[in-house]
């Protein structure tokens, strides 16, 4: 566990006055504040960083600790015990009994945000009375374009704790949604952090997709090309009729409205599908296809 | 009939030790809306997650002028997020196509 500088966190000398501490502070705080750099995990933990130095610094008596010790801090809490003992049994020249005790578990006060540096120094979140919102916690999902083509629920461990989430339909890669008061538990019963969800979306169809329309090729032979007709197509649901007019030339795109993706978070509403003919040209003739196909061509 | 959570304006202000003149001048702004029932200002429950973040700002020495401008940019970088998304998924798509 490594000795963290505070002053060196809020750009400040271990001479600032607490008027300094609080304008740097305010300073850093305005540029790293999480609702000012959104999605920005860096400026995250900055922020934390920064938390705990100003819980340390704006608090004469953390203040004095910290000074005191300094890059010693590990073995404060024994020169202190040792000093009381001392004090209190004047005549006891003894040994060290108490080095090494008196650290608090930092987890029972729940300080969960702070370094393990401040917690050992001084035990979790802090004697003072400053409420701090809980550290948002970030989580990935995995799943297929087929998952996201209904509304469902899933649970998720975050933390240790079950969560049943809604996952709209329609949901893109990428996309993050924010699940409040998920994340971590606040300090001094200030709010609890949010939870981040990203999604990663996994394309397990032969759809290609662009927003909530789904793009695809499909297969044509000539004669149906040629004379029209009628075809199956997939959707990524089902299946479906699709008519053909007669000359349709290879590349020829056509729209399936409302075959695509539902759009998220519009209930009912969904992209369109988008076809591309891709004529297939006959092969192995027969003698008698290969004479029908040279009269075509005189003809 | 429709019910709706509402939370007092002054329950909002002693909870997050905020003067109860910001919220009007953030009201003034249009960045929250209130409800004023028998002369009593409440902020409806879809409302406060916004009003939090925008007293955030304010215990941060941000003015509500400061606040209504930086409101505005924190649109436009989730549309720029947003749009700069989509892009990437569009570009996997051509990405794919050369592979």
């Known amino acids: 566990m490594a000795f963290i500088d505070y002053y060196k966190t809020l750009s400040l000398t271990k001479t600032a006055s607490d008027k300094d501490i609080k304008n740097a502070y305010r300073k850093l705080a305005r540029k790293y504040h999480p609702d000012l750099n959104p999605d920005n995990a860096e400026a995250n933990k900055r922020f934390q960083e920064l938390n705990e130095a100003n819980e340390v610094l704006s608090d004469p008596e953390k203040r004095k600790k910290y000074d005191k010790y300094g890059e010693n801090w590990q073995h404060g809490e024994a020169y202190e015990q040792q000093a009381r003992q001392q004090q209190n049994r004047p005549g006891n020249y003894g040994g060290n009994g108490g080095f090494g005790g008196g650290f608090t578990d930092a987890e029972s006060f729940g300080g969960g945000d702070f370094s393990d540096f401040f917690k050992s120094m001084f035990g979790g979140g802090g004697s003072r009375q400053t409420k701090y919102r809980g550290q948002d916690y970030n989580a990935e999902l995995h799943l297929t374009l087929l998952d996201t083509a209904e509304t469902h629920k899933r649970t998720l461990t975050v933390g240790g704790k079950n969560i049943r989430i809604n996952i709209p339909a329609g949901i893109e890669n990428g996309q993050t949604i924010k699940i409040s008061g998920h994340g971590g538990a606040g300090v001094n019963n200030g709010p609890a952090g949010d939870l981040y969800i990203k999604f990663f979306i996994a394309n397990d169809t032969r759809f290609k997709r662009d927003g909530s329309n789904l793009y695809t090729n499909l297969k044509l032979d000539l004669y149906t090309a040629v004379l029209g007709g009628e075809i199956t197509a997939e959707t990524l649901t089902g299946k479906v009729k699709v008519k053909i007019k007669p000359e349709t030339q290879n590349g020829t795109k056509v729209k399936l409205k409302g075959k695509g993706m539902p759009v998220y978070k519009k209930e009912n509403e969904f992209g369109d599908l988008y076809l591309t003919y891709d004529v297939q040209v006959p092969v192995n003739l027969t003698e008698k296809q290969k004479q029908l196909f040279e009269e075509l061509s005189k003809s | ?99």
């Open chain 2, 1 to 99: 009939m429709k019910t709706a959570n509402l939370i007092t304006a002054s329950d909002f202000c002693l909870y997050h030790n905020v003067e109860h003149n910001f919220i009007n001048l953030l009201q003034e702004a249009g960045l929250v809306e209130v409800s004023i029932i028998n002369q009593t200002i409440f902020i409806p429950e879809k409302e406060l997650q916004k009003l939090e973040k925008l007293t955030n700002l304010h215990q941060l020495d941000i003015n509500v002028a400061g606040i209504e401008a930086i409101t505005h940019l924190l649109n436009q970088v989730e549309k720029i997020q947003e749009d700069m998304r989509s892009l990437r998924n569009r570009l996997r798509l051509y990405e794919n196509e050369t592979e």
